[in-house]
């Protein structure tokens, strides 16, 4: 089966789970006897897209430290054009791909530079999600909040989520583990993998290359720690922007929830999008995910699906608006892996 062919099926299939799912929750109902604030939803629709510029800014100051020469705006088509081809075919660290493949050739980038820009970022993301998880927990536990809507097992898997995945990022960013796990390998994979994850030439001197080059990097990432501290900062407030979108929505919708409810909802869900390997954009699954977390808080079923719905347009469908126009004028197809 042909990618285009498997594409276009996993989207019919996602397109049937998203009906299966307005069936069983029949959000219709909500939507004609609840009173909707359009201004309220409109904000919340705002947040989010200042959320979204503030993801770029953060990956973009990492690119400065490391002296890739591209401006504020490229590094926007950039992003914009890899959460676009995230959205086509959504397997993991799709995004990550793409931005490091289209600045590896930038003026005073390379193939280190780009993998160690992108790879950082994704870590000091979910560093933030871990962090702000876990204060919010520690809040709720000390100031005799209403009991968490979630079960104690699935924010402690959140938690290992955030800290075994930052984990894994620093091994792909250690000279030292790359060179065990190179010199361990059998060479086909030397001969024919290896060159094409790094790109350059066949053989050891082309790894070798790349370690030094990644040595490099890494001193120049490790002395610059106030534009390391911005960049955490600025994708750690695009996490947390996440949950006042959904705090935002579901009071345009009449629904008053706390705002620390409003950031374990986002977590559950932005988990199950992560972990959502097969369906563009994760229709019917993310959807479903977030009403059942809707209905943990004491939200009626219909009403649930409302607010999944609505959330889900502030804070994907909307931005596809955003980014859509933007890769397909930035050329996204040059982004998509070839056979």
């Known amino acids: ?57 953060s990956w973009y100051t990492i690119t400065r430290i490391l002296g890739v020469e591209i401006g504020l705006i490229e590094a926007t088509q950039i992003t914009f054009t890899s959460l676009f081809v995230g959205w086509i075919l959504p397997i993991p660290l799709n995004t990550e791909i793409v931005r490091a493949n289209l600045i590896k050739d930038k003026k005073n980038s390379n193939t280190a530079k780009a993998v160690t820009s992108v790879i950082v970022h994704r870590a000091y993301y979910n560093i933030a999600f871990g962090v702000i998880i876990a204060s919010t927990a520690v809040y709720v536990l000390f100031n005799n909040q209403s009991p968490i809507p979630i079960s104690q097992e699935v924010i402690v898997l959140l938690l290992l989520f955030a800290v075994v995945s930052t984990l894994a990022f620093s091994l792909v960013l250690s000279p030292r583990f790359l060179k065990i796990v190179y010199d361990r390998s059998p060479d086909w994979v030397k001969k024919n993998i290896v060159p094409r994850l790094i790109g350059r030439e066949t053989g050891g001197e082309g790894f070798k290359g790349y370690v030094g080059d990644l040595e490099s990097v890494r001193s120049r990432l ?7 501290l911005l960049a955490f900062i600025l994708v750690g407030l695009h996490w947390g922007l996440g949950p006042v979108t959904t705090y935002l929505v579901a ?5 008053r929830l706390e705002i620390w409810v409003a950031v374990f909802i986002y977590a559950v869900v932005e988990y199950i999008q992560q972990l959502n390997w097969v369906i563009p954009s994760g229709f019917g699954v993310v959807d479903a995910g977030l009403t059942g977390a ?13 607010l999944s719905l609505l959330t889900r347009f502030a804070t994907n469908w909307v931005e596809l608006i955003l980014y859509a126009p933007v890769a397909f004028s930035y050329g996204y197809r040059r982004a998509l892996p070839r056979p």
Not at 294 to 306: E, M, Q
Request: proline share 4%; charged share 10%.
């Open 294 to 306: 809707f209905v943990l808080t004491g939200v009626p079923l219909s009403l649930a699906s409302a």
């Open 222 to 228: 490790s002395s610059r720690s106030r534009a390391n």
């Open 251 to 255: 009071i345009s919708m009449g629904v």
């Open 1 to 57: 089966m042909s990618a285009k062919r498997r594409n276009l099926t996993l989207l019919t299939i996602g397109f049937a789970l998203f009906l299966l799912y307005l069936i069983l929750t029949n959000p219709f109902t909500a939507f004609s006897t609840a009173r909707f604030d359009p201004i309220l939803f409109t904000f919340a629709i705002a947040v989010d897209y200042f959320g979204l510029f503030l993801f770029v800014a």
